[in-house]
């Protein structure tokens, strides 16, 4: 018998013999429950005889069979009562699974009986199994893929907002590749069937009494939270841009309303300077500033203009990009530009009106700041953690959601997850990112709640398909430490080179991966490959 624990006091195992039960009475087991039915299987232990021998060594039994699909309000009403008396107990069927189950479900309702019972503040909260914080890309699969292996868990999904977007389509919209409409969805439209939502932001986590607190004085309570609310663009960041973006030729691809602005600004420029920045990192794609370059500047090429207008590209990092395989190739992409790449370069400050904007020399023995003229500039703005996940307690020293890289557990609670660009993890925050974690995190729950141990563990994978020319794409696939993690066959794609299949993955494949597949708990291209140790 290979007996695992659901809790301190209650161990569950598949069918059990005569002589089981004499090691259970030894162990101190002072109930077992039988959730099998009689004759399923040939070479199966009758109930009977399993239950004299338990009465015969002072063992109570009790028998609430149901078939693998069969769990019901009256078999959870039934073993309520036995699991509250807190005795050290068995419980068994055929593999286990069925007693998981009921297990699971009777605690839930043991949950809300409990709070029912409550002070009128209590008993009016919620109680879930599962609570996702952000209804983004990675809060939206992960319920998916964890209802995909769990129908019956109590999932609710925590986010105010009321559109949902595919944000990697974004960089195509600013380069008149793709309408912005096709990027959104309404949030209702993708929740998962089954799945509560609830339209409200979190304020606080209370860790210790697992509870998430919501902005309308609200509480709802959790068995296990998944964080995933993604980052915040810090507009305020550098002065005087937030009043003038979508304006003055100053706009952002970050910005859904703000995408369509940047293709428009390409489209008519016909000479001047055009300024490109990225700011330190983490940010949410790490390619998606060059992008824009990249294409605006190859428009303006095909177009002959090119030559009349000074491309500059402004970044914080000490490098064009952070995995070196991929450089000799970008570099020369921007030579082809004629691309002036400035490093160590931040702006500071923007003034719209008079189109000007000032940049902090970083290098060492920097010369202080620099002004540049613009006729159009396109910003990433600095990015930070959500407030309420920085001031949570399970944050690191940068303020976000501090998680084991490979289970992608928070290092501080063991019931807490976290999925997408809010998590600590050194992988590259990109939706191709999410894609792979989900799974983890799915896994790595049910596995919690089984009392089991998954080995699903994420390698830190992350793709930017750096668009750089209509066309044409660098995929850039790499994991934890700049290793190299190509999805594709070298005949296929050639991974640190521009391919034109790069392109079709981009604009036409992963567009239709994510709404068919992704966010429907379709796992697609989702295997990992953690580094050996």
Same mark, same amino acid.
């Given at each position: 018998?290979?007996?695992?624990?659901?809790?301190?006091?209650?161990?569950?195992?598949?069918?059990?013999?005569?002589?089981?039960?004499?090691?259970?009475?030894?162990?101190?087991?002072?109930?077992?429950?039988?959730?099998?039915?009689?004759?399923?299987?040939?070479?199966?232990?009758?109930?009977?005889?399993?239950?004299?021998?338990?009465? *015969?060594?002072?063992?109570?039994?009790?028998?609430?069979?149901?078939?693998?699909?069969?769990?019901?309000?009256?078999?959870?009403?039934?073993?309520?009562?036995?699991?509250?008396?807190?005795?050290?107990?068995?419980?068994?069927?055929?593999?286990?699974?069925?007693?998981?189950?009921?297990?699971?479900?009777?605690?839930?309702?043991?949950?809300?009986?409990?709070?029912?019972?409550?002070?009128?503040?209590?008993?009016?909260?919620?109680?879930?199994?599962?609570?996702?914080?952000?209804? /983004?890309?990675?809060?939206?699969?992960?319920?998916?893929?964890? @209802?995909?292996?769990?129908?019956?868990?109590?999932?609710?999904?925590?986010?105010?907002?009321?559109?949902?977007?595919?944000?990697?389509?974004?960089?195509?919209?600013?380069?008149?590749?793709?309408?912005?409409?096709?990027?959104?969805?309404?949030?209702?439209?993708?929740?998962?069937?089954?799945?509560?939502?609830?339209?409200?932001?979190?304020?606080?986590?209370?860790?210790?009494?697992?509870?998430?607190?919501?902005?309308?004085?609200?509480?709802?309570?959790?068995?296990?939270?998944?964080?995933?609310?993604? @980052?915040?663009?810090?507009?305020?960041?550098?002065?005087?841009?937030? &009043?003038?973006?979508?304006?003055?030729?100053?706009?952002?691809?970050?910005?859904?309303?703000?995408?369509?602005?940047?293709?428009?600004?390409?489209?008519?420029?016909?000479?001047?300077?055009?300024?490109?920045?990225?700011?330190?990192?983490?940010?949410?794609?790490?390619?998606?500033?060059?992008?824009?370059?990249?294409?605006?500047?190859?428009?303006?090429?095909?177009?002959?203009?090119?030559?009349?207008?000074?491309?500059?590209?402004?970044?914080? &990092?000490? /490098?064009?990009?952070?995995?070196?395989?991929?450089?000799?190739?970008?570099?020369?992409?921007?030579?082809?530009?004629?691309?002036?790449?400035?490093?160590?370069?931040?702006?500071?400050?923007?003034?719209?009106?008079?189109?000007?904007?000032?940049?902090?020399?970083?290098?060492?023995?920097?010369?202080?700041?620099?002004?540049?003229?613009?006729?159009?500039?396109?910003?990433?703005?600095?990015?930070?953690?959500?407030?309420?996940?920085?001031?949570?307690?399970?944050?690191?020293?940068?303020?976000?959601?501090?998680?084991?890289?490979? =289970?992608?557990?928070?290092?501080?609670?063991?019931?807490?997850?976290?999925?997408? *660009?809010?998590?600590?993890?050194?992988?590259?925050?990109?939706?191709?990112?999410?894609?792979?974690?989900?799974?983890?995190?799915?896994?790595?729950?049910?596995?919690?709640?089984?009392?089991?141990?998954?080995? =699903?563990?994420?390698?830190?994978?992350?793709?930017?398909?750096?668009?750089?020319?209509?066309?044409?794409?660098?995929?850039?696939?790499?994991?934890?430490?700049?290793?190299?993690?190509?999805?594709?066959?070298?005949?296929?794609?050639?991974?640190?080179?521009?391919?034109?299949?790069?392109?079709?993955?981009?604009?036409?494949?992963?567009?239709?991966?994510?709404?068919?597949?992704?966010?429907?708990?379709?796992?697609?291209?989702?295997?990992?490959?953690?580094?050996?140790?």
């Amino acid at each position: 018998m290979l007996a695992k624990h659901l809790s301190d006091s209650v161990t569950v195992s598949g069918q059990i013999s005569s002589a089981d039960v004499l090691q259970l009475a030894a162990d101190g087991v002072q109930i077992i429950v039988c959730n099998r039915p009689d004759s399923e299987s040939s070479d199966q232990t009758p109930f009977a005889e399993i239950e004299a021998v338990a009465r *015969d060594n002072g063992i109570a039994i009790h028998h609430i069979p149901f078939s693998g699909s069969g769990l019901s309000k009256a078999h959870v009403d039934a073993f309520a009562p036995i699991l509250a008396s807190e005795k050290r107990m068995h419980m068994y069927c055929r593999t286990g699974n069925r007693c998981q189950n009921l297990f699971q479900a009777t605690l839930g309702v043991m949950a809300e009986t409990a709070a029912a019972n409550q002070p009128q503040t209590q008993a009016a909260m919620p109680h879930y199994d599962v609570v996702i914080v952000g209804a /983004g890309s990675a809060g939206i699969s992960v319920a998916a893929s964890l @209802l995909k292996r769990s129908a019956q868990l109590r999932i609710a999904i925590i986010d105010p907002a009321s559109e949902h977007f595919y944000q990697p389509g974004w960089t195509l919209v600013g380069a008149g590749e793709m309408s912005a409409e096709s990027t959104r969805r309404e949030t209702r439209d993708v929740i998962p069937k089954g799945v509560t939502w609830r339209k409200q932001a979190v304020v606080k986590i209370t860790a210790d009494e697992k509870v998430v607190e919501l902005d309308d004085g609200s509480r709802v309570a959790y068995q296990q939270l998944v964080v995933c609310p993604g @980052l915040v663009l810090d507009w305020d960041g550098v002065e005087g841009l937030a &009043t003038a973006l979508g304006r003055n030729g100053v706009t952002s691809n970050y910005r859904y309303d703000l995408a369509p602005y940047t293709w428009e600004l390409v489209s008519s420029l016909k000479q001047g300077v055009a300024l490109f920045t990225q700011p330190a990192m983490p940010i949410k794609c790490a390619g998606a500033p060059q992008k824009a370059m990249y294409l605006s500047a190859d428009h303006w090429r095909r177009n002959g203009v090119l030559p009349q207008i000074g491309v500059q590209f402004h970044t914080v &990092t000490p /490098g064009l990009f952070g995995v070196a395989d991929f450089v000799p190739a970008l570099k020369g992409f921007c030579t082809q530009y004629d691309a002036q790449v400035n490093t160590q370069s931040r702006l500071v400050k923007v003034d719209g009106e008079q189109q000007i904007a000032w940049f902090e020399d970083l290098s060492e023995g920097g010369k202080g700041l620099r002004e540049e003229r613009f006729d159009m500039l396109h910003v990433c703005p600095p990015q930070m953690a959500p407030s309420f996940v920085a001031q949570s307690g399970l944050a690191d020293s940068g303020g976000w959601l501090s998680v084991d890289p490979e =289970t992608l557990q928070s290092t501080v609670d063991e019931n807490i997850w976290g999925a997408g *660009d809010v998590i600590s993890a050194a992988n590259a925050k990109t939706m191709a990112a999410a894609r792979k974690q989900v799974v983890v995190v799915a896994d790595q729950i049910i596995a919690r709640r089984s009392a089991t141990s998954s080995s =699903t563990l994420y390698d830190g994978y992350g793709a930017c398909p750096l668009t750089v020319a209509q066309g044409k794409v660098v995929l850039a696939e790499f994991g934890y430490g700049g290793r190299l993690l190509p999805t594709f066959p070298a005949w296929l794609n050639r991974a640190t080179s521009a391919t034109r299949f790069g392109w079709l993955l981009k604009k036409r494949i992963m567009p239709w991966v994510y709404w068919n597949l992704m966010v429907k708990g379709r796992e697609w291209l989702t295997k990992t490959n953690p580094e050996k140790r």
